[in-house]
Structure formats: structure tokens, C-alpha cells
């Protein structure tokens, strides 16, 4: 069912892209070929290849439980709010924060968690900004 | 004799400290990748282009390091092949098979510098292949016009699919899927914007580093959450190596098997779509037809331990000449090798040796130094590299992804980038579960600009006859060995694949 639904999407998203592609506006100076026509022909392959798949699938994947998929949800959401915050809070803390959180779900107690956090962070900082002198995002208390 | 001359150039530039230094820090991180499992050849390599690339390293230097962290992977992933019997990186997969039988028998620190000796034999081999197959390669290259690049790019795409995914549509949807991100942006012939919904940050394109990363390292990171695999799977095992050195029978009876697997495997890397992966199989397997008569293959044979790895790592080697002398990679790795010369604007292909001999000779010539560190690094010092298997990956994973992050905000400090990071991320995990390969979606966006232009520019020249795609010999050939790549693992490749895809799970993605 998952290849099914897969391939299904796969066609959606050729549609989606030959729509987009006739949509694109010709300039007055173009070549023979023009800027749709290579986009139109990967939108038939994509189409085709969506239609095999849903047409002929594979055994279904292993899928997670529904907390384990929450799990993954939840991490996104984490990156997410990571890359938000790294301006605003700064690398080293908000860095510390991420990694804590990726060890405590991964299995580590709440020491080791913060642990790491703290490790990763610092260690990063240290490594790649004090010797390699590459440029971290600076948070309002310069790190 | 200029081949020597060369050669001699190439030393002179990789032994300066700076560039030893880092072959040494890029053979010693890329076993560590190697052996622990979850990262690989082409995530290891992935996660450290873009801090290459943002301390500023020039292109020689980068390429010493990465390419050192390539074949110090390969060398890695037999560790833990042999101590725990789970393959480091997918490659080792077949060291296994007799690793581990011979572990158990006590001989661990055997098998360990047995293997350690045949990865270095297929390395060192192959990187001999390397300078007498791709000066060749590159003659015949420069008859090359955009017709027959276009043709051969499209040769990569579907000999890739055949070799390295068990579903032909599902690497085609790959292969597609990557073009067209790549398309996203300003068209380079006409100036128009394309697929950018009017994001200003499209308008440069998606960069490719940011979706190697995304793709190949966070849903790494993903994988592991998923099934809270926080442990480290050497817990509570002890890891008993014994003695270090093999005795000199050992040596001797495994010799002809060494060099017979090492012209094997070099052969299957040069071969388009194949890699490092199939080079250990198929050396494995024939070595088991040829010599096996007493039945000992699989009981902890030693010629069995070292087919496979003198096959791998002389494949890793093998799948650099095209990388090196067309531009167009064999193998997972090598895409992603690909990706550190793209980003440093310099376009790999016959123009690379004439253009940039230094950075060629100088990369083929720290391949030498690496090798030997390699095989330094691996026998006396193996014992502490087995200690790195006792690192549990939810400290490990923390740090993969953060290190991530750093090096794409070293690129370009943006946040955006970040965010697109995290939805390749999403993407590479839901991707590796429906056992789509992502191989082909990373030589995709890659390749992709360079593709089209091709395209376009042999249809222009030809005042827009689309049939001078194919009316030349070189092209009618290449378009030829396409149809056969991509037709003939639909009939006879089901049995081979089924076979090497036995053991593999959610790895099977970024096979290489």
C-alpha cells in the first residue's frame, strides 16, 4: 500500500512540476531548446516511473509504531526550533539544548543527556571556532 | 616516463605538513566512520565537505582529506565486521561471513591484520589502476561533444539504478527527482527563474552540500530514533583481539587470492553504478568458486576474509577514474566526492588534467601516503580503534547532527538553509524506508545543470534537431551500453541482487 500511495504522489508531483514548468515565462532571447523543455521531459520520467511503482509495488516497509513516528515528529520540530534559535540564542546554548535533547531521547539519562549536550557544544565551539576559526551563529552574549 | 615525471609533481605538493596532516586526520576519522556502524563512506564524507569547504581549504588539500577519509572508511568497516559481525559500513558486509567465524575461533587479531594487509594490497593496487586507466579514459573523453555528454550522463543515471537499488522505477524516480531540484533557480542559457515561487533564496538554486547533508547524514540521525537504537552494539561483548601479526603461511596461501580479488574489484569500481559494495561481492563469490574446494569458505577461511576486502578497497579506487577523468561517479562515495569539486568550481573531467594537474597528481599521490598511513593505522594501532566501537550512538548521534548543522551554517550563516537541510532530513528518512535509493537523487541535483546545458547546447548547434542526440558512433554506443545497463538487471540482475541484498535494511540507500 505504501508504494501505492507513493507512486500515486510521485504522478501528483509530475503533474505539479509540468504545471509549474509551462508556467515558466520565456525570455525574448532563448536557445532552440528553451527553459521548459529538459523539466518537461524529467516530469516524464517522474510520472512514469510513479505509475510502475504504484502499479507494481514492493513489500510493504517496516513501519514504526505511532509513537516511535511521534518520536521522529518530535525531533524534526526540535531541529526545526534549533535552527530558529541559533540567532537568537546563540550557538553554544542553543547547541547544547539540541544535543542534550537528541541524547535523552536516544536512551541516555537525564545526566548523561545534558551531559553530551554540554560536551557537544562546547567541544564544537572550542574545535571549530577558537582553533579552526570558523564563524558560529553569534547569540546576544557573543557565543 | 611522464607518467613518473607526474608522479613525482603529485608527491612534491601532497608532502607538504600541511597536506600530510590532514591525510592523517582524514585516514584516522574516516576509519572511526568506517567502523562504527550507522555512518559510512559517503555520510562520513558528506558531513565534512562543508567544514572543508568553509575553513577555506583549497582544492588540493580538501580532496586529500576526503578521499583520505574514503579509503580510511573502507579499511574502518572490517572492524566491526570481524569483532561483532555487523558490518561498519556496507561494503565490509561480506567480511562477515568469514571475519567473524574466525574471530570466534580466537583469531581475531588474525583476521583483523590479514584484512588490514588485503585492503591495503586492493588499495594500492587500485590506485595504480587509477593513473594507468584514467590518463586513457581522458583521451578518449576529449573526442566528447555536448551530444555524447549528454549521453553518458544519461548512461550514469541507468547504470546506476541497475546495480545499486532492487527496483529499476524506484531509482528512475530517484534519478528524476534529483534533476529536477536541480532545476530549481535561474536558467543558466536564458536567465529566467524557474521553480522558485518567488523565494529569493531560490533564485541561486538549491545548494547540493545542503542536500548531501540533509539527505545523508540527519536521516541517519532519523533512522536511529526511530528504532531508539541508543545503545552501543559492542555492549557487553568483549572485544579479545589476540595476536596481532598473521603468520607468514597465512600470508602466503592468501597472496594469489589478494591480487585476483584486487583487478577484480577494480574493475567492478570503474564499472559505472557498481562501487565499492559489489566490488567485495563479487570478489568474494568468485574467490569461493575458484579456491573453496574443501567447503571452508563461510567457517572462518582466511582467504575468505581477504578476498573481500582487497575487492572493496580496489574498488574504491577504481570508482575514482571515472569520478576523476568524465565527471560522472561510479558509486554513492564518489558522488559525494563529486559534490567537494563542484563546490570548489572545478569541473572534473578531461579539462581537470590538463587544467588542474596539481590537484590530480597531487590527490593520486596522497592516495599512496594515505594507504600507508592506512595500513600503519591498522594493524599495530587497531586496538584503539576497536575501543571506538564501544561508543554508544546516542552520544554518537547528538554529535553527527550537530556537526551537521555547523558546517551548513558555516557555508552560508542562513537559517534557510538549515530549515532545507532538516526537510532533506524528512525526505532521506522516508525515502530509505520505501528502499528508494538516494544515490541517484544526490548525482541528480549535481549533475543536473551540467546535463541540461549539455542537452541544450547540442540541440542548438544543431539548429534544434533533437535526433544529433544520437547520430554520432560515440553516442549511438554510450545511448547502446544505457539500454543494456538499465534493461539487463531486469533479467538476469534479480537472482545477484537478491543475493547482495540479502543482509540489508534501511542501509541499502546509500549502498555504495
Redesign the interface.
Known sequence: M??RI?GVF?MILAAG?VF??LA????F???????K???LI??A??A???A??AL?P?PE????ALA??A??AA??VV??L???M??VAGFVIA?AF???Y??W????GPV?AAA??AG??I??YVT?HLI??????KGPLGF | MELLANLGDGFAIALSWQNIGLALLGCFLGTIMGALPGLGPSNGVAILIPLAFTLGLGATPSLILLTSVYYGAMYGGRISSILLNIPGDEPAMMTCLDGHPMAKKGLAGEALSLSGIASFVGAFLATWGLILLAPQLVKIALLFGPAEYFALFALAFMTLGGVSSTNQAKSAFAAALGLGLATIGVDTQTGVPRFTFGEVHLYDGLDFLVAIVGLFALSEVFIFLETRHGGSDAAGRKLTIGKLYPPMAMIRQTTPTMLRTSFLGFIAGVLPGAGASLGSFISYSMEKKLVDKKGTFGTGDPRGVAAPEAGNNAAAGGALVPMLALGVPGSGTTAVLLAVLLALNITPGPLLFSQNPDVVWGLIAALFIANFMLLAMNIPMVGLFTRVLMIPSRILMPIVAMVSFVGIYGISGSTFDLLVMIGFGVMGWVLRKLDVPLVPIILGTLLGNAMENNLRRAVTIDNGNWWTLADSPLSIALWAIAIIGFVLPLIVGARVKAKMHQRRDEEGAISD
Do not use: C, K, M, N
Not at chain 1, 515558466?24 to 525570455?27: A, D, G, L, V
Not at chain 1, 531521547?105 to 541516555?108: E, I, M, P
Open positions: 505504501s508504494d507513493f510521485g512540476y509549474a514548468a515558466i515565462e520565456e525570455s532571447l532563448s536557445d532552440a531548446v528553451g527553459p523543455a529538459f523539466p524529467i516530469a520520467i517522474l512514469l516511473s510513479g510502475v511503482i507494481r514492493d516497509p517496516h513501519w514504526p516511535r513516528l518520536e521522529v525531533a524534526v531541529l526545526i534549533y535552527a530558529e541559533l540567532p547547541t539540541a544535543a542534550a537528541l541524547a531521547r536516544l536512551g541516555s548523561e553530551v549536550g557537544t557544544s567541544g564544537i571549530f579552526l576559526g570558523l564563524s558560529l551563529a
